[in-house]
């Protein structure tokens, strides 16, 4: 037998269990991170929207409460509430029979939970189910034992919390009582719709009210100072008393203008003309070197030429 042969026969003979017990191992933790992965991104996109919705620590909601009110009249349970779950808490939105309580934890088992499922849960006895064996609100004062929820969904499918109903004792729920708590979190859902509607209308109409006092206001600034202006080359015309003056305007450059010369005006090459007040101070306005001139100056040449006043 060759030394290839003897090797082979080794092989052949080794237990090859532990490497498959290594490999699928470690396919686990593989398919075990990318499932928590996709549950990472899935939560973020649900907390995003959360925000977006700007319900978290508002006053109460007269809708809400009527919500609350109505689920656990429907069930005949001493508390229900509208909850909506953040990273760190479960805020309540609305509350019937817990007064005094805004928030709790995100324990899971009840409406953290919830949000992470589609469709109606139902707890019909806290203290025996595995769900919900070591909540805070089971094993405490509260002492729950029944728990129905159904998650408040929005258009693109995000949970953001529940309408849900609580009671002390164990109890079972209806077909009837379930379809109904889904339809008053469907009802929750379109209300905070309508809300964020109303506040992106209202922010909308502020910021065009400024926008459009911005440009009052810029208008007004522009008025006045064009009002200060023509003061003052009123100002300065009178100054010039009885100065001779041409029998029409020397500034139009399209078409001749008629109207009485009032002012001279000039440029830091010395050419100068005498024109009316509109002309005179659409001189000044289009050209930086132009400015009002004694009696004494002359010239056309910069202005006449139909080319710009340096």
């Known amino acids: 037998m060759t030394e290839l042969d003897d090797q082979r026969a080794i092989g052949g003979s ?21 499932t928590e992965g996709r549950a990472a991104v899935r939560e973020d996109a649900r907390l995003a929207a959360v925000r977006r919705y700007e319900i978290l620590d508002t006053p109460t909601d007269g809708t809400f ?19 909506i779950v953040d990273a760190e808490r479960v805020w309540f939105a609305a509350t019937h029979g817990l007064d005094g309580v805004a928030e709790v934890g995100v324990d899971p088992g009840l409406c953290a939970s919830v949000v992470e499922q589609d469709g109606p849960y139902v707890v019909t006895d806290a203290a025996v189910d595995p769900r919900t064996l070591d909540h805070p609100l089971v094993r405490g004062e509260l002492g729950l034992r029944f728990y129905a929820a159904a998650p408040i969904t929005t258009v693109d499918g995000h949970h953001l919390g529940t309408v849900n109903v609580i009671d002390r004792q164990p109890r079972e729920a209806t077909d009837t009582q379930v379809s109904l708590l889904i339809r008053l979190a469907a009802l929750v859902a379109e209300h905070l719709d ?117």
């Open 194 to 310: 309508l809300r964020l509607t109303a506040l992106q209308t209202v922010r909308t109409e502020i910021g065009l009210r400024e926008e459009a006092e911005v440009r009052a206001a810029a208008s007004d600034v522009r008025v006045a100072a064009a009002d200060v202006r023509l003061a003052r080359l009123q100002a300065a015309a009178a100054a010039l008393g009885d100065a001779d003056r041409p029998a029409a305007c020397q500034l139009g450059r399209d078409t001749r203008c008629t109207a009485a010369p009032e002012l001279k005006v000039a440029d830091s090459w010395g050419d100068s003309a005498w024109g009316c007040l509109d002309h005179v101070e659409e001189a000044i306005l289009n050209a930086r070197s132009v400015f009002v001139a004694d009696a004494k100056l002359a010239g056309l040449s910069a202005y006449l030429g139909n080319r710009p006043i340096h």
């Open 14 to 34: 080794m237990d090859l269990r532990p490497r498959l017990d290594q490999a699928g191992s470690a396919a686990g933790r593989c398919t075990m991170t990318s």
């Open 65 to 83: 409460t009527n919500v609350a009110w109505l689920a656990a009249t429907t069930f005949g349970t001493p508390i229900a509430t509208v909850s």
